[in-house]
T-cell receptor, first 115, second 111 residues
Framework: ETGVTQTPRHLVMGMTNKKSLKCEQH?????MYWYKQSAKKPLELMFV???????ENNSVPSRFSPECPNSSHLFLHLHTLQPEDSALYLC??????????????FGEGSRLTVL | SQKIEQNSEALNIQEGKTATLTCNYT??????LQWYRQDPGRGPVFLLL?????KEKRKERLKVTFDTTLKQSLFHITASQPADSATYLC??????????FGSGTRLSIRP
């Protein structure tokens, strides 16, 4: 148990559906991340939020829409996805700022399958 | 473009031996480097961090080296055990936010 909770753990959706992934942390961290992990590929950084402000968008297609209403919660809204978007989506949090080398605390991931 | 290579996709060694994993990077000047462990179906778990001005770090049976001239980090597990079998990821950080990962090395320790 890392203190970062992701729901749902598994999601199957059609290409025309709209769904959301949720991430929650109560570790007092101020930065939250979305990564995508596909088979045999490195973790791909998608989005970073620091103090609820988006500080990184790694050229992610607009069919992925993040939302960070507060420092404890992060969402990834999904719409009109493609089969190649099927992957494990990992949320992570850390303490950011002040000589910043803080480790990432990851959730267990949401396994997404797009049909 | 920035690139991180963990040059062995898989590594198999005998229990009790030292496992050595390699992480190389190009077009990047990291302020620090981290190593994570990932078990199947789980999120990565942080193991060790080493800063750009440090040469070596140790934690129990783990040792990490960092050579910014060679742009390389070595990760060692001494007296390896079957429970050490997992995928090990290296990650580089430079800015306050951005942390990028290699594709990992799947380590198997046979009894």
């Amino acid at each position: 148990e890392t203190g970062v909770t992701q729901t749902p753990r598994h999601l199957v959706m059609g290409m025309t559906n709209k769904k959301s992934l949720k991430c929650e942390q109560h570790l007092g961290h101020n930065a939250m991340y979305w990564y995508k992990q596909s088979a045999k590929k490195p973790l791909e950084l998608m989005f970073v939020y620091n103090f609820k402000e988006q500080t990184e968008n790694n050229s992610v297609p607009s069919r992925f829409s993040p939302e960070c209403p507060n420092s404890s919660h992060l969402f990834l809204h999904l719409h009109t996805l493609q089969p190649e978007d099927s992957a494990l989506y990992l949320c992570a949090s850390r303490i950011s700022g002040g000589g910043d080398t803080g480790e990432l605390f990851f959730g267990e991931g949401s396994r997404l399958t797009v049909l | 473009s920035q690139k991180i290579e963990q040059n062995s996709e898989a590594l198999n060694i005998q229990e009790g031996k030292t496992a050595t994993l390699t992480c190389n990077y190009t077009n990047y000047s990291p302020a620090y480097l981290q190593w994570y462990r990932q078990d199947p179906g789980r999120g990565p778990v942080f193991l060790l961090l080493i800063r750009e001005n440090e040469k070596e770090k140790r934690k129990e049976r783990l040792k990490v080296t960092f050579d910014t001239t060679l742009k390389q980090s070595l990760f060692h597990i001494t007296a390896s055990q079957p429970a050490d079998s997992a995928t090990y990821l290296c990650a580089l950080g430079s800015s306050a936010s951005k942390i990028i990962f290699g594709s990992g090395t799947r380590l198997s320790i046979r009894p």
